[in-house]
C-alpha cells in the first residue's frame, strides 16, 4: 500500500449538481448541440479553473447537457474556441496532450473503480478504468473500453487551419449503460431520484503559429510547453481530477422528478472521514506511524462527525456513524470509503 501524503485540497466542500432528464427519443450523432434533442437539457454552469476561485475565470467558455434513457446517459459539449486544433488519431492516444475535453464517472461515489473518457476535435478518444485513484495506487486498464461507445464532432470553423473563421468545436457523447454498470451499485443502471458522481475537464494548451501550423509555445526557461490549463464544471481545488470525492453529482430524473437537489447529510460526513483520511496519510509520511487519536488530526477546525479510528503498523480505519443511526461510514488507508 502506498502510504505516502496526500495533498489536501484547498476548497470547502461544496461540488456542483445537475439534474439529468429522460431523453427526448433517439440520438443521430452529429456533433451538433443546437438540435431538438438537446433542447429541454439545460446547460451546466459555464466551466472554472481547476483549483477554484483561487484562479482567474477561463478565457474561453466551455459548458455540458446530459440525458439519460433506459439504453445510455448521453453528454453534450460546446467549447468556446479561435485556434481549433488536433493531431492524435489513435485510440487510447494520452488525449491530453492535444486540446481534448474530458468526462469522469464514479458511479457508486466510494472513489475506486471509476470511468475516464478523453476527446479531441479529430473525434480520437481514450476511454479507461481507474481501480483506484492514482494517490491510492491506481492502476489505469487502457485495454477497458466503452462497449457501444458513439462519438461525433462538430467544428464551427476548419480544423488545424490558423487564419480560419473559427467559432467553437462541440461533441456529443452516448456512453451505453450495458458498460457504465459494470462499475455501479448492485451492477445496474441508475434509477430515478439516485445520483452519480460525475466532472468535467477541458484541457486548454497555449499555442502559436509557426509555419503555418499551431505550435505548443515554449517556456524559453525549460525548453518545455507551458503548463495546460485545465478548466472544469466542479472545482477541485488541487490541480489533479483524481479525487473522485470533489466531483458533481448528475442527480437522474424522469416525469415525477425530482425537480431538485439538496446534498444528502452522509455525504458531508463522508467529506470529513476523507479530509480525516487526507491528514492521517499526511501525519504518516511526517511520523512514519499513523495516528491513534482523532485529535491529532482535527485540530482546531469544527467538525460535524466523532470519528473513531483503529490502527495497525500498515493500515487504518476511521468510521463515524452515519447521520440517520442506521450503521456507520468507513474509510481506510487507500481511500475506498462505504457504509455498513
Same mark, same amino acid.
Given at each position: 500500500m502506498n502510504r505516502?501524503?496526500?495533498? @489536501?485540497?484547498?476548497?470547502e466542500f461544496a461540488p456542483k449538481h445537475y439534474i439529468c432528464r429522460r431523453a427526448p427519443g433517439p440520438l443521430e450523432l452529429d456533433g451538433r448541440v443546437d438540435k431538438p434533442f438537446w433542447a429541454g437539457?439545460?446547460?451546466? /454552469?459555464? #466551466?472554472?479553473?481547476i483549483e477554484g476561485d483561487s484562479r482567474p475565470k477561463p478565457a474561453k467558455r466551455t459548458r455540458v447537457k446530459m440525458l439519460w434513457? &433506459? &439504453?445510455?446517459?448521453?453528454?453534450?459539449?460546446?467549447?468556446?474556441? &479561435?485556434?481549433?486544433?488536433?493531431?492524435l488519431t489513435e485510440r487510447d492516444s494520452v488525449i491530453f496532450h492535444d486540446n481534448d475535453f474530458e468526462i469522469f464517472i464514479d458511479p457508486d461515489g466510494d472513489t475506486h473503480?471509476?470511468?475516464?473518457?478523453?476527446?479531441?476535435?479529430?473525434?480520437?478518444?481514450?476511454?479507461?478504468?481507474?481501480?483506484? !485513484?492514482?494517490?491510492?495506487?491506481? !492502476?489505469?486498464?487502457?485495454?477497458?473500453?466503452?462497449?457501444?461507445?458513439?462519438?461525433?464532432?462538430?467544428? /464551427?470553423? %476548419?480544423?488545424?487551419?490558423?487564419?480560419?473563421?473559427?467559432?467553437?468545436?462541440?461533441? %456529443?457523447?452516448?456512453?451505453p449503460w450495458a458498460s457504465l454498470r459494470e462499475c455501479a451499485s448492485n451492477g445496474r443502471p441508475p434509477a430515478a431520484g439516485e445520483f452519480?458522481?460525475?466532472?468535467?475537464?477541458?484541457?486548454?494548451?497555449?499555442? %502559436?503559429?509557426?509555419?503555418?501550423?499551431?505550435?505548443?509555445?515554449?517556456?524559453?526557461?525549460?525548453?518545455?510547453?507551458?503548463?495546460?490549463?485545465?478548466?472544469v464544471w466542479? !472545482?477541485?481545488?488541487?490541480?489533479?481530477?483524481?479525487? !473522485?470525492?470533489?466531483?458533481?453529482?448528475?442527480?437522474?430524473?424522469? @416525469?415525477?422528478?425530482?425537480?431538485? #437537489? @439538496?446534498?444528502?447529510p452522509d455525504e458531508r460526513v463522508k467529506w470529513e472521514l476523507r479530509k480525516l483520511y487526507y491528514r492521517q496519510r499526511n501525519y504518516f509520511e511526517a511520523n512514519g506511524t499513523f495516528a491513534k487519536d482523532e485529535k491529532q488530526l482535527m485540530g482546531g477546525d469544527s467538525?460535524?462527525?466523532?470519528p473513531r479510528i483503529e490502527t495497525t503498523g500498515k493500515t487504518f480505519l476511521i468510521s463515524a456513524p452515519a447521520t440517520d443511526g442506521s450503521g456507520r461510514l468507513y474509510i481506510r488507508e487507500d481511500g475506498k470509503l462505504w457504509k455498513e
Open positions: 505516502s501524503g496526500v495533498p @489536501e485540497p484547498k476548497i437539457a439545460e446547460w451546466t /454552469d459555464d #466551466f472554472v479553473d434513457d &433506459d &439504453d445510455c446517459f448521453y453528454f453534450a459539449a460546446e467549447l468556446m474556441e &479561435d485556434q481549433i486544433w488536433a493531431t473503480l471509476y470511468y475516464e473518457f478523453e476527446i479531441n476535435a479529430l473525434n480520437t478518444v481514450w476511454d479507461l478504468l481507474l481501480v483506484k !485513484p492514482y494517490r491510492d495506487g491506481g !492502476p489505469p486498464v487502457n485495454g477497458w473500453d466503452i462497449r457501444g461507445l458513439k462519438t461525433a464532432v462538430h467544428i /464551427d470553423g %476548419e480544423l488545424n487551419r490558423p487564419g480560419a473563421a473559427n467559432r467553437k468545436w462541440s461533441v %456529443e457523447v452516448a456512453m452519480w458522481r460525475v466532472n468535467f475537464s477541458r484541457v486548454e494548451w497555449r499555442t %502559436e503559429v509557426r509555419e503555418g501550423t499551431y505550435r505548443k509555445v515554449v517556456n524559453p526557461d525549460t525548453g518545455k510547453p507551458y503548463p495546460e490549463d485545465n478548466w466542479s !472545482p477541485m481545488g488541487i490541480i489533479n481530477m483524481h479525487y !473522485p470525492e470533489l466531483w458533481g453529482y448528475v442527480v437522474f430524473a424522469d @416525469e415525477n422528478g425530482p425537480e431538485s #437537489f @439538496e446534498l444528502p467538525w460535524s462527525i466523532v
